[in-house]
Nanobody, 123 residues
Framework: QVQLVESGGGLVQAGGSLRLSCATS????????MGWFRQAPGKEREFVAV????????NIADSVKGRFTISRDNAKNTVYLQMNSLKPEDTAIYYC????????????????WGQGTQVTVSS
């Protein structure tokens, strides 16, 4: 059974930082690209970042480029999202997911998802 478990969300003031983690099990983690998406209330799920199976390539959404960084540790079966200079508009539930598509930004191309972790940025 494939499981993805996000952690690291919380409440932070604007300008602050958080690091999200996504621990996986039940699948050979190193074979798959890993992505982060987010969804704010009343809005559609939005692509944030994706990293290739070996960490050699990444794609970051323009809305967070320069502030967010994605990384992975295949020995720990974990992917990370470092979020700096947070803004109130970053407030959302953040989800990690797996895909066998190279650097996909389309959420329908991801097959397994975590339960999400809430990030709230106060102004």
């Amino acid at each position: 059974q494939v499981q993805l478990v996000e952690s690291g969300g919380g409440l932070v003031q604007a300008g602050g930082s958080l690091r999200l983690s996504c621990a996986t099990s039940g699948r050979t983690f190193s074979r798959y690209a890993m992505g982060w998406f987010r969804q704010a209330p009343g809005k559609e799920r939005e692509f944030v970042a994706v990293i290739s199976w070996n960490g050699g390539s990444t794609n970051i959404a323009d809305s967070v480029k320069g502030r967010f960084t994605i990384s992975r540790d295949n020995a720990k079966n974990t992917v990370y999202l470092q979020m700096n200079s947070l803004k109130p508009e970053d407030t959302a539930i953040y989800y990690c997911a797996t895909t066998n598509r190279f650097l996909s930004t389309i959420y329908t191309e991801y097959d397994y998802w975590g339960q999400g972790t809430q990030v709230t940025v106060s102004s």
